[in-house]
């Protein structure tokens, strides 16, 4: 069984940055996309960053330009360094991670507030 593991959250002053991790353990094979989403208070969980496994990103528009999303593949770990964070950048933010036949494996969510 594969567990997600998120670091790195916190609180933050709006504009200033924080760097999140999330590392892969147990019987790994191979992990293929990997995601950062998040969920704030009375919202839907929404897609933040995806990677794959070559590298090729993909962010929602309204983190494109401040966040910056990469992974280490001999390190089974990915990470979401965010800059210029906001108010509303404030939610739990959880990694997913694609580990093959099918299942997409989340992680138990960081939370990371951004004060005014």
């Known amino acids: 069984q594969v567990q997600l593991v998120e670091s790195g959250g916190g609180l933050v002053q709006a504009g200033g940055s924080l760097r999140l991790s999330c590392a892969a353990s147990?019987?790994?094979?191979?992990?293929?996309?990997m995601g950062w989403y998040r969920q704030a208070p009375g919202k839907q969980r929404e897609l933040v960053a995806t990677?794959?496994?070559?590298?090729?990103?993909n962010y929602a528009d309204s983190v494109k330009g401040r966040f910056t999303i990469s992974r280490d593949n001999a390190e089974n770990t990915m990470y979401l360094q965010m800059n210029s964070l906001k108010p509303e950048d404030t939610a739990v933010y959880y990694c997913n991670a694609d580990i093959g036949l099918g299942i997409y494996q989340w992680g138990q969510g960081t939370q990371v507030t951004v004060s005014s």
């Open positions: 147990g019987i790994i094979f191979r992990i293929n996309t």
């Open positions: 990677i794959t496994r070559s590298g090729s990103t």
